[in-house]
C-alpha cells in the first residue's frame, strides 16, 4: 500500500547550523506535500507545504524541496534556533482523496 | 478565534469502560478525522468523516466508534473492545476536495489502567 518513509528519526544539530530532513514517497499519483511542527504535548502544525507542480518553495528559514522522478522531498531548516527542536513530519496526499500518508517523524535536537 | 478544540486534555478510565472524546470546529471544514499517536511514532488514522452523516473507517477502526450528527462535532468513542487504549488522541479537519492542510486540535491523553 501507500508508504511515506522519513529520516533520520532522530537528528542533533548545533545552534546556527542547518538541519535537513528526509522522506520518499511510494505513490507516484500523490501530489501534495505537507510538513507538520509538533511540539511535546500539542498537536501537529503544518509549517511548510508544497505541491507536485512546483519544485521549491521557501518561507524564512524553512524550505521544501520535491524530485518527483526520485519520488523523494525533504525539509530544510537553516540557522538553527532552540525553539526549532520539535518532532517534526511528512506526509503525502493525493488531489481526490482526504486522506493524508503520514512519515514517522523526526525528533529534532538543536544542541546549544 | 476559529479552530478545534478537545476535551479534556488528559483522561482517565477503568479498563473495560468506554470513553469518549470531544473534539469540535468552528472552521466551517467538512472533512474531520481523527488519529491516535503512540510515544514515539507517527500518526495513524482511526476514522474520517467527509461530510454530515457520512464516516469511513480509517487504519485502525477496530474497538473504536464515532458519530457526525453535525458539521462542528466529530466525538469520538474508544470502546472496552479496544486492545490498548492508553494513547494520545488527536483530531483535525480540512477542506475537502482537494488534499490540504489539515487543522490539529491540542489532543486528548487517555490513560486506561
Known amino acids: 500500500g501507500e508508504n511515506v518513509e522519513q529520516h533520520p528519526s532522530t537528528l542533533s544539530v548545533q545552534e546556527g547550523d542547518s538541519a535537513v530532513i528526509k522522506c520518499t514517497y511510494s505513490?507516484?499519483?500523490?501530489?501534495?506535500f505537507p510538513w507538520y511542527k509538533q511540539e511535546l504535548g500539542k498537536g501537529p502544525q503544518l509549517i511548510i507545504d508544497?505541491?507536485?507542480n512546483v519544485g521549491e518553495k521557501k518561507d524564512q528559514r524553512i524550505a521544501v524541496t520535491l524530485n518527483k522522478t526520485a519520488k523523494h522531498f525533504s525539509l530544510h531548516i537553516t540557522e538553527t534556533q532552540p525553539e526549532d527542536s520539535a518532532v517534526y513530519f511528512c506526509?503525502?496526499?493525493?488531489?481526490?482523496?482526504?486522506?493524508?500518508?503520514w512519515g514517522a517523524g523526526t525528533k529534532l535536537i538543536i544542541k546549544p | 478565534d476559529g479552530g478545534i478544540t478537545q476535551s479534556p486534555k488528559y483522561l482517565f478510565r477503568k479498563e473495560g469502560q468506554n470513553v469518549t472524546l470531544s473534539c469540535e470546529q468552528n472552521?466551517?471544514?467538512?472533512?474531520m478525522y481523527w488519529y491516535r499517536q503512540d510515544p514515539g511514532q507517527g500518526l495513524r488514522l482511526i476514522y474520517y468523516?467527509?461530510?454530515?452523516?457520512?464516516?469511513q473507517k480509517g487504519d485502525i477502526a477496530e474497538g473504536y466508534s464515532v458519530s457526525r450528527e453535525k458539521k462542528e462535532s466529530f466525538p469520538l468513542t474508544v470502546t472496552s473492545a479496544q486492545k490498548n487504549p492508553t494513547a494520545f488522541y488527536l483530531c483535525?479537519?480540512?477542506?475537502?476536495?482537494?488534499?490540504?492542510?489539515?487543522?490539529f486540535g491540542p489532543g486528548t491523553r487517555l490513560t486506561v489502567t
Open positions: 483535525a479537519s480540512s477542506i475537502p476536495g482537494l488534499a490540504g492542510e489539515q487543522y
Open positions: 472552521l466551517n471544514h467538512d472533512a
Open positions: 468523516s467527509q461530510i454530515v452523516n457520512d464516516f
Open positions: 505513490d507516484s499519483a500523490s501530489n501534495y
Open positions: 508544497i505541491r507536485s
Open positions: 506526509a503525502a496526499g493525493l488531489g481526490s482523496n482526504y486522506q493524508l500518508i
